[in-house]
């Protein structure tokens, strides 16, 4: 159960409704963009990848800096930005469609450019949650967050194929487009209006992502945080550049299919984000990080043994059961990275982990584009159940965290204390 003390917070009822739209709009091109570039522009396994690769290229590209230039302002407005350049980008395919004129390039670009307000839109996010709620109720304020990202899961899909069918891939597209739109309207009415952060005398970009990463690697716990999501997030994407080619090619589905398969592995998300904060408090945080991909990640092996018919059901299967493990983990390790950072650091806090984790997944994307062209979907998703099997091994360390929360394991560098920062501007 979530703690219902977050819900009398005004403010963070408006983020989480705008992350609730905005996420039912996104999933719907989860399963749109794929399908555009398999079935209407005929694009190979490869090309499929690449594009999946291009919608988070852009945590490489400027995951860095974006934390930096994010810690300079005000983090409000960076959302609202974020939302209206995703608008309309995803809005400008629906058009190109219906005139006929619409490539596998224009979608490319789509995805850099929607990749790239999403760096600072997710670095923004989770940097302005702790000014919105106290320190005390950030597990239940992630976990509320991530019940909206799997309710989207398992609505997005489903709605996102239904569609798909009715109107084809690229008029889909809308749906995201005006998620986005409804996210921003959500967001003006959050009433905080924090001053900006005070200017930094003679402080470099350069040197204040320096900081950030500083922060990040010599932290004994955000280390193999970093290290084991970046891992989890490289056979995530290898998995999902090769779904939609699985389930169209290789188990036959229809576009309406895919949408109800991917619903369908999606509830066990939502069964996550509504045990984590239980779990949490059961097992501790720390160790809670590193049970939930040990718990679940074997499941995978179920993906590649996926067959026509009702074989098709152990995808789904698997995909929940290794969903409801991820969104635990994300609720317990994102909660954690928030409540032991300073404010000042946040930003640049998030985006190097952002940089970090993400930045593994455009090539994830690439390595499972080649591995379905050259030895087929289904070896490809034999890799990925072998690299679920091997992410948790990084956090074997964190065994010794106290059942508690692991409050000796918690304790930020330099001897601060999180409460110090708590109801701070953003």
């Not at 994307?365 to 979907?377: E, N, Q, W, Y």
């Not at 070896?379 to 956090?395: K, R, S």
Request: net charge positive; aromatic share 6%.
């Amino acid at each position: 159960m979530l703690n219902q003390a977050v819900w009398r917070q005004h403010d963070f009822r408006q983020l989480f409704c705008a992350a609730a739209v905005s996420q039912i709009g996104t999933h719907v091109t989860l399963v749109a963009l794929p399908l555009i570039a398999t079935l209407e522009l005929d694009a190979s396994a490869f090309e499929v990848g690449l594009l999946t690769a291009l919608e988070t290229a852009a945590f490489l590209l400027i995951g860095l800096p974006a934390g930096a230039w994010v810690d300079r302002m005000r983090r409000l407005p960076v959302l609202l930005r974020a939302d209206v350049v995703r608008a309309c980008a995803m809005g400008s395919v629906p058009p190109a469609a219906v005139c006929g004129v619409l490539t596998l390039e224009q979608l490319y670009a789509v995805a850099l450019v929607t990749g790239c307000a999403t760096v600072f839109f997710d670095v923004a996010g989770q940097s302005c949650l702790p000014a919105l709620l106290p320190r005390s109720q950030l597990v239940s304020g992630n976990g509320a967050l991530e019940s909206a990202r799997s309710a989207a899961q398992v609505a997005g899909p489903g709605l996102g194929g239904g569609l798909v069918h009715l109107l084809g891939a690229p008029l889909a597209l809308l749906a995201d487009a005006v998620s986005y739109l409804v996210s921003a309207l959500f967001l003006r009415r959050i009433r905080s209006r924090p001053e900006p952060p005070a200017p930094r005398p003679g402080g470099s970009l350069a040197a204040e992502v320096r900081e950030g990463l500083a922060f990040v690697l010599r932290h004994p716990v955000l280390r193999l945080i970093a290290l084991t999501t970046g891992t989890a997030n490289f056979f995530a994407a290898l998995h999902t550049a090769v779904q939609t080619v699985f389930l169209v090619r290789v188990l036959g589905l229809p576009a309406g299919g895919v949408g109800l398969m991917l619903s369908a592995s999606a509830v066990g998300g939502l069964l996550g984000a509504a045990c984590a904060g239980r779990l949490a408090r059961r097992c501790g945080q720390v160790r809670l990080i590193w049970l939930a991909p040990l718990a679940t990640g074997p499941f995978a092996v179920l993906w590649p043994l996926s067959r026509p018919g009702t074989g098709a059901a152990l995808f789904a299967l698997a995909s929940g059961a290794v969903y409801f493990g991820a969104v635990v983990y994300n609720v317990a390790q994102v909660s954690y990275r928030q409540s032991v950072c300073p404010d000042a650091l946040l930003g640049r806090m998030n985006a190097t982990l952002r940089f970090m984790v993400w930045g593994s997944m455009p090539l994830g994307a690439l390595a499972g584009g080649a591995l379905a062209s050259a030895a087929g979907a289904r070896a490809a998703l034999w890799v990925c159940a072998a690299g679920f099997l091997l992410v948790p091994l990084p956090l074997l360390p964190l065994r010794s965290a106290r059942r508690e929360g692991s409050e000796s394991t918690d304790a930020p560098p330099h001897g601060r204390n999180p409460a110090d920062n708590a109801g701070r501007p953003m």
